[in-house]
Structure formats: C-alpha cells, structure tokens
C-alpha cells in the first residue's frame, strides 16, 4: 500500500490534481489517453474543482473519462455523479473529449448493461482502465459495492438494487476495480480513519478489505485522516 498525505483538503486536491495530469501525459507519450474513472461522493469534489481552474492548459486529448459508480438518475439531477464532475470541471471539455456517462436515467439494470458494453468497447481485453478513483464510506463500501453486495461476478458493470435509504446504483464491479492499473482512494478527516482501519484490519470482510486483497490501493489522505489512521506516537 502506498499513502500520500497532504497537509489539508485542498492541498490534498491540488497534488492529485497535479499527479492526474502527469500520467495523462505520460500515457499520451504512448499515443493513447488516461482511462480514468471517476468517483462520486463529496470528497472528490475540491479535485474536480481544482481540474476546472486549470481547464486551460490540461491535456484534454490525453484523458478518456469513466465513472466508477453512478446512480440511476439522469446527468441534471443532483444526486449524479456526472453532475459533480461537470459542472466545474468536465462543462469545459473541447469537442473530442471520450466522456462515457452512465446512463442512470435508464434505470439501474439497462445502465449497466450500456455501461458494461461500453467499458468492453472501450477497455477489457487487456485494455482496462488506467486508473480508478474510489472514496470509502464509513461500511468500508468503495464506488457503490456496499457491504453484502456480489463481488464474484465475470461483469464489469453492475446494478445495485435501491434500498429504502438509498437509491438504485449503477458500479464498477469488483474484478473491473482489482484489473484497473491501478487505484487511487481519496479520503479526508478523521472521520475517514475508522472505515480505513476497519477495512485494513486482519480478515477484514468490507469491499475495500476485499478490493486490497486482489490488487493493491494508493491511498491519498490529508493529514487529519492519515494521523487518526497511524496517529503519531505517544509523548
Ligand atoms: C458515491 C461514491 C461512494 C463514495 C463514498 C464516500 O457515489 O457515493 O462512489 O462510494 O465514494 O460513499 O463518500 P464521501 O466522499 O461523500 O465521503
């Protein structure tokens, strides 16, 4: 595992902000863009935020973008994780840009199909995706793989039923998220700590813990989340 901590929220967005562009660029020097899937929640919001600032000078041609989860509702609805990233930053994309959104407004089980479809056209094979961002909610779910939910599956895409405190979901699965490049898991405040430990505790039974035990997750904190994580020693 691989942590990077920042001293603060925004710092925090601003350095992967700025690692985001440099493999975008790197990935270009190959002839091909950044496949990078999006998260949802609230946390990548000041990253999102950040990537519109400097929407004048990122290497658009470089980025093909994915989300990692989606709920089933249409890109104007406020619920949508499409909506978050596009509102500040992904409104400002050039003509030519590869935004596959998740068709939510179809409903949860035709959107995954869509999506799933997609992702094999435009991944698999071979080609996934380069990187995918996931934050962690406090059950030690990651994108929307909540506790209980089916992880053994030979999909890249999934439905997730509505619950009656949350709504139907359209997500990565869990074989998509462990064949990605690589992860990156974004996640401030102490608050954060406890999910994150409960997750990489020993036999761990949470997404997450079931994620890390297939493929390896870079971690990138601010410093309240890292320090309630490993708090330094004691006086
Ligand atoms: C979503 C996200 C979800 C999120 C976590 C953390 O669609 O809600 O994909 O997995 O990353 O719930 O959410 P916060 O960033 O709001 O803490």
């Given at each position: 595992?691989?942590?990077?901590?920042?001293?603060?929220?925004?710092?925090?967005?601003?350095a992967l902000a700025d690692r985001l562009i440099v493999e975008a660029q790197a990935t270009w020097a190959h002839a091909r863009p950044l496949r990078i899937a999006l998260s949802g929640g609230s946390t990548p919001r000041r990253l999102y935020e950040e990537l519109g600032q400097r929407a004048?000078?990122?290497?658009?041609?470089?980025?093909?973008?994915?989300?990692?989860?989606?709920?089933?509702?249409?890109p104007e609805d406020a619920a949508s994780n499409f909506r978050l990233a596009y509102l500040p930053w992904l409104s400002?994309?050039?003509?030519?840009?590869?935004?596959?959104?998740?068709?939510?407004?179809?409903?949860?089980?035709?959107?995954a199909d869509a999506y799933e479809d997609t992702l094999r056209r435009a991944a698999g094979a071979g080609r996934d995706l380069d990187i995918v961002l996931l934050g962690v909610g406090a059950d030690g779910h990651i994108a929307?793989?909540?506790?209980?939910?089916?992880?053994?599956?030979?999909?890249?895409?999934?439905?997730?039923?509505?619950?009656?405190?949350?709504?139907?979901?359209?997500?990565?699965?869990?074989p998509a998220l462990a064949a990605a490049r690589r992860r990156i898991?974004?996640?401030?405040?102490?608050?954060?700590?406890?999910?994150?430990?409960?997750?990489?505790?020993?036999?761990?039974?949470?997404?997450?813990?079931?994620?890390?035990?297939?493929?390896?997750?870079?971690?990138?904190?601010?410093?309240?989340?890292?320090?309630?994580?490993?708090?330094?020693p004691g006086p």
């Open positions: 595992m691989i942590f990077t901590v920042a001293d603060d929220a925004e710092s925090l967005a601003q004048a000078t990122l290497p658009w041609q470089a980025l093909e973008i994915f989300f990692s989860d989606e709920r089933a509702v249409g400002q994309a050039p003509p030519g840009v590869l935004i596959h959104r998740i068709p939510g407004e179809l409903g949860a089980d035709a959107a929307s793989l909540f506790p209980g939910a089916a992880l053994t599956t030979t999909r890249l895409a999934q439905a997730v039923a509505a619950t009656p405190d949350r709504q139907a979901r359209i997500t990565l699965t869990l898991l974004l996640a401030e405040g102490a608050g954060k700590a406890v999910a994150l430990r409960a997750s990489l505790a020993p036999n761990a039974g949470t997404p997450l813990a079931r994620l890390l035990a297939q493929a390896p997750v870079e971690f990138w904190l601010d410093r309240a989340a890292a320090q309630a994580l490993c708090p330094p």
